[in-house]
């Protein structure tokens, strides 16, 4: 089974409105990271959040992290057309150094 | 240009007839890894490389093989593929850090193999 899973499968928004998909893990992690990937293109880094962090920004990106409830989130205020990808968690287990493991991911489409 | 260049993009072949899928960074980077990519599951880790010479299996590795003997290469090698190994599959690296999880993971562009 996957260790990340991400929610809502897929999200339709329309431009500049908030775009929020959770990712939820099983085991406990050291850091999480988001991922971009558009329509056929490989994965794009977007943001890293380490296990001691709750929250962290990077421009109109918001990662949080609760660790207790083994979730983090990823927000994108003021969407825009060029947002619409797919977008993915990738964890690290403690105990898996070097096994990288995705969620199925979260589509969204947002609409001009 | 940092990049990691597969080959081939695309590929339509038959069952039981072996190839290599090849992966090529130009980071000098220690860490690579093989995924492939299906719909609904989003991407397994079928193998990864911490440095030359040393690969590991990820969740997905039945059917596949890999090699590491010079560090910007990593190629994944199909003896006989199934219908079953039908997807598409990303390789990547990173440098290796304290943990792979600190290091943000370069994505190549993919390669569609049909095995029909």
């Known amino acids: 089974s996957q260790q990340g899973e991400e929610d809502p499968q897929a999200l339709s928004i329309q431009e500049g409105e908030n775009a929020t998909m959770n990712c939820s893990y099983k085991?406990?992690?050291?850091?999480l990271q988001w991922y971009r990937q558009n329509s056929g293109r490989g994965l794009v880094h977007l943001i890293l959040?380490?296990?001691?962090?709750r929250e962290k920004h990077s421009g109109r990106l918001r990662v949080t992290l609760d660790t207790s409830k083994k979730s983090s989130s990823l927000l994108i205020t003021a969407s825009r057309a060029a947002d619409t990808a797919s977008y993915f968690c990738?964890?690290?287990?403690?105990?898996?150094?070097?096994?990288?493991?995705f969620g199925a991911g979260t589509q969204v489409v947002v609409t001009p | 240009e940092a990049q990691v260049t597969q080959n081939p993009r695309y590929l339509i072949t038959v069952t039981g007839k072996k190839l290599t899928v090849t992966c090529s960074q130009n980071?000098?980077?220690?860490?690579m890894s093989w995924y492939r990519q299906d719909p609904g599951l989003g991407l397994r880790q079928i193998y990864y490389?911490?440095?030359?010479?040393?690969?590991d299996k990820g969740d997905v590795p039945e059917g596949y093989k890999v090699s590491r003997k010079e560090k910007r290469n990593f190629p994944l090698i199909l003896e006989s593929p199934s219908p079953n190994q039908t997807s598409l599959y990303f390789c990547?690296?990173?440098?290796?850090?304290?943990?792979?999880?600190?290091?943000?993971?370069?994505f190549g562009d993919g390669t569609r193999l049909s095995i029909l």
């Open positions: 490389s911490m440095n030359v010479e040393v690969t």
């Open positions: 990738a964890t690290e287990t403690t105990d898996s150094w070097g096994k990288l493991q």
């Open positions: 085991t406990s992690i050291n850091n």
């Open positions: 990547a690296s990173s440098p290796i850090g304290v943990r792979i999880s600190n290091q943000p993971q370069h």
């Open positions: 959040i380490r296990s001691n962090e």
């Open positions: 980071m000098n980077h220690e860490y």
